[in-house]
């Protein structure tokens, strides 16, 4: 299921890229779909929240996890709609796309070019989504 409906333009693909700010990744571990602050996203599959904070370039992240499965919803906004540890099923809103800009993260070292704290690396808001399968980044297209 895909995670943001109404939102399928992708600016950034898995894989090699140039590197669109500081402290971005050259080898791109997922993809991005921009949409403005608040749109909420959706569990792709039944799983368990496993993981709920802020995480260094990925920003403030929510995973969702399922048998050798890990999806990574990275740039989300920082008031968290689900808990560690909930169950949650397929197409259940389970967040919304963050700001750019989030203040008061301790040890957030990622900043735009006018200093301003962002929201991990990120030059605007979206959805950053990686998959992972035993551990290992998967390209999330070729799940959906």
């Known amino acids: 299921m895909w995670p943001l409906p109404g939102y399928t333009r992708i600016s950034s693909f898995f894989g090699k890229r140039t590197t669109p700010t500081s402290g971005a990744s050259s080898s791109h571990s997922g993809i991005d779909i921009p949409a403005p ?7 792709v599959a039944d799983g368990q929240i496993t993981f709920r ?3 260094g370039a ?18 989300c906004d920082p008031n968290f709609i689900v808990n560690l ?5 397929q197409g259940q809103i ?6 750019k800009y989030v203040y008061g993260v301790k040890g ?3 900043h735009d070019s006018t200093g301003k704290p962002t929201n991990g690396a ?3 808001p979206h ?9 290992k980044y998967q390209n999330p297209l070729d799940y959906f």
């Open 58 to 75: 990925g920003g403030y992240t929510i995973t969702l996890s399922f048998g050798n499965f890990k999806v990574s919803y990275c740039h």
């Open 108 to 110: 957030n070292m990622y």
């Open 85 to 89: 540890g909930d169950t949650i099923q």
């Open 122 to 124: 990120t030059t605007g």
């Open 53 to 55: 904070q802020f995480l």
């Open 94 to 99: 389970i967040g919304q796309v963050g700001p």
């Open 127 to 135: 959805l950053h989504l990686g998959i992972r399968i035993n551990g």
């Open 37 to 43: 602050p608040g749109t909420k996203f959706i569990a």
